[in-house]
């Protein structure tokens, strides 16, 4: 079973909606076991033992939240074990073009630091998913694509 952990920070509601919708995404592919975690919850030894790794934060001043971040930094004891697996990354924001793609880029970011795969995305919302407040129905279908796609180049790896 490939495993796929989907984490999130979420204060009103709005990102750990979209965290459900990514999960939707990734069940969507056969053979896919998909846990998701509020990021206090999220140990280090939860990041190690995913194939995939998904993580989602509020936009806060065009990045992600300290909460993710402190995990982020936590993640220094695990340095070059993430190597390899997969990740993508989702926010929801205040308002259009208010830092949303420069909160997925800071997560990202921090992915390909721990020499992990990110896989951009050609059609559109390039960089992962982004949600205006609470994620209408085309934003979840965002949400869904990034899952899936995400979970397809895991097993893809996976053979
Ligand atoms: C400390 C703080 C900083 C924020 N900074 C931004 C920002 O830079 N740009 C933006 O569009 N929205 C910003 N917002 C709004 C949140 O990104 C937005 O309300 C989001 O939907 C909250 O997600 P949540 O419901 O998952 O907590 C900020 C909110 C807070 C509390």
Redesign the pocket.
């Known amino acids: 079973m490939v495993k796929i952990l989907v984490v999130y ?8 909606s979209m965290a459900a919708a990514v999960a939707e995404g990734v069940e969507a592919v056969e053979g896919m076991q998909v846990a998701v975690k509020r990021v206090d919850e999220t140990s280090l030894a939860d990041l190690q033992a995913a194939d995939g790794i998904i993580l989602g934060s ?5 990045e992600m939240s300290a909460k993710l971040k402190g995990l982020i930094d936590r993640s220094v004891d695990i340095h070059g074990k993430l190597e390899g697996k997969v990740g993508a990354a989702f926010t ?4 259009v073009a ?3 793609e420069t909160t997925l880029l800071s997560i990202i970011q921090t992915m390909l630091i721990h020499g992990m795969i990110v896989q951009g995305r050609s059609s559109t919302a390039h960089y992962g998913a982004a949600a205006v ?1 609470a994620p209408n129905e085309e934003e979840r279908q965002s949400c869904r694509d990034i899952g899936e796609r995400t979970a397809k180049l895991v097993a893809r790896i996976h053979g």
């Open positions: 920070d979420s204060k009103t509601g709005h990102t750990e509020p936009t806060y001043y065009g929801s924001s205040g308002g208010c830092g949303a407040n």
